[in-house]
Structure formats: C-alpha cells, structure tokens
C-alpha cells in the first residue's frame, strides 16, 4: 500500500475542539464567500498567464491574448531538436541523427545572423563529412558539433525570449488600457508545473510591470502570485480570493498583512528550533 497525503483540516474529530476547528472552518469559507462575490462584480482585475495565453478576468467579462505563437513554438522546437538528436545518437539510430542534423541546420537559418549562419553551415558540413560513411556517429564528433552551436542555442532563446517579453507587455498594457483599475485592485497570476523550473519570464514580467505603476505603494508579493495546482480561471479566483481573505485575518491577528503567507508556525519556527538544540545540547 503506498502513502497518500490525509486531510488534516478536519483534526482533531472529536469533542470541543472539533467544534471550535468546524467553526473556524464554516465562517472561513463564509468569509471568502463574500469576497468571491465582491470580486465577481467586477471589483478586481485578475490576469493569469495560463498555456500559451494571458487571460484578463474582471467580473463577468474575460479577454484572451496569445503570447507564445507559432514564431515561439518553432523557436522551441529548433532548440530542441538537437538534444532529440543525442538521445536518438545514444540509441544508435545514427540515420536519423544525420537526417535531423541536416534539416534543423536548413531551418535555423532564417531566424539567425549572415555571421552564425556561416558557422552553423561549415559545423554542420563537416559534421556531416565525418560521419558519412559511417553507420554510426562518433561521439566527440557531436559534442564538437553541439559546442559549435551554443552561440545558436543562445541567439534562439533570446529571439524566444524577446518575443514572449513584448508580447506580455503589449498584452498588458492593451489589457490596463481597457480596464483601468488602480493597482490594489489588480491580480497577476501565472500558473506552471515546477516552480523553480517553468514559468520563470511571466513572473519576472509581471513583477516589473506591476513594479513601474506609479498609483501604488502595495504590497508587490500579494498582487503577484505563482500556482503548481492552477488548472482553470475558477482555481485563479480562488488563489485570490484566499489571498484576500488570508491578508485581513493576518492583519487583524497576527498584525502583519503577510503574517499567513508563510505557515503560522513559520513566523515562530526560528526561535523554537534554536530553543529545541539549546536544550538538546544542555542535557
């Protein structure tokens, strides 16, 4: 039988302080209620950058913009095609790494500069001249090749990466534009898998843009926000709607708006891990 995580919201499940931990629970829930539908009347902005699109939900109205276009997918797949060819070169299919080597040389010509063009086409041919007769491929002879190529690699992702910037951007500012809330009433939301992997450009995005509005001097860390879990706009609602919740229940007992961004015993974890060694050490 393998481990899977309990919900421990219902703890403990008995006597008085199961009361006490249901109310919490109920006026908890009652409470985000009255926010949810606050934010439904369209009191706040929420833009999510979900997929390959920037989603702009205030209220009852919803604008989608694509950021990540066919020009970006084909950057992508450029990029990736010579590491499909290594794995391919571990498995022996020495053909189709010829072949793949050939055609991604061909199409990555048009998105680079005359000077890596001609360096791409000589390390592409002598490759190739290498190899040709080969049922086989050498395996310095493609780690030479690849390291020929970093300077491709890096000219493919900055085209990548300055066309997903300037389409975030425009998207924004077209969405400010049209809604124009002050920013204590705005919400920036990406949504991606591994945090410290995914996603890395939309947040740092965000967090300038956010950062240059001048009508604010709010908390930049409650108004831009990474979720793992978010699948749809409902699971970006409520991400903002606990937010809120969270920041005036913080404020009014723990006195410090962000005092639940963090678990609760995080505020006081330092302290009681320095006691526990202090004592452990004095036994």
């Not at 219902?10 to 908890?28: C, M, R, S, V, W």
């Not at 920037?54 to 950021?67: D, V």
């Not at 890096?154 to 300055?162: M, P, T």
């Not at 910037?165 to 920013?183: C, F, G, M, P, Q």
């Amino acid at each position: 039988m393998s481990a899977k995580i309990k919900d421990t919201s219902q703890l403990p499940d008995e006597g008085i302080f199961k009361d006490i931990n249901a109310t919490f629970h109920e006026q908890y829930a009652v409470m985000k209620e009255k926010i949810k539908k606050r934010l439904m009347t369209g009191e706040v902005l929420i833009i999510i950058k979900m997929d390959s699109r920037l989603i702009a939900k205030c209220g009852e109205k919803e604008h989608s913009y694509e950021i990540n276009g066919r020009y970006y997918h084909h950057l992508k797949a450029l990029a990736h095609l010579p590491m499909a060819c290594y794995f391919a070169l571990t498995q022996n299919r020495a053909g189709q790494v010829k072949s793949a080597v050939d055609l991604w040389s061909k199409q990555v010509l048009e998105f680079i500069d005359k000077g890596l063009q001609a360096q791409l086409q000589e390390a592409t041919a002598k490759f190739l001249e290498e190899n040709d007769n080969s049922d086989t491929i050498c395996h310095n002879s493609f780690l030479t090749y690849t390291r020929c190529l970093e300077p491709i690699f890096a000219r493919l992702l900055s085209l990548s990466a300055d066309d997903e910037v300037e389409r975030l951007v425009s998207s924004l500012d077209t969405i400010d534009a049209t809604y124009n809330k002050a920013s204590s009433d705005i919400f920036l939301i990406v949504f991606g898998a591994h945090q410290p992997r995914y996603k890395e450009l939309a947040k740092m995005v965000f967090r300038k843009w956010f950062s240059e509005r001048n009508d604010h001097l709010i908390d930049l860390e409650h108004h831009v926000r990474y979720s793992e879990t978010g699948q749809s706009i409902d699971d970006a609602i409520d991400l903002v709607v606990t937010a809120a919740a969270d920041k005036e229940i913080a404020q009014m007992f723990l006195g410090d708006a962000k005092g639940l961004n963090q678990d609760v015993l995080g505020i006081v974890a330092k302290d009681a891990i320095a006691r526990y060694w202090e004592n452990k050490s004095s036994e």
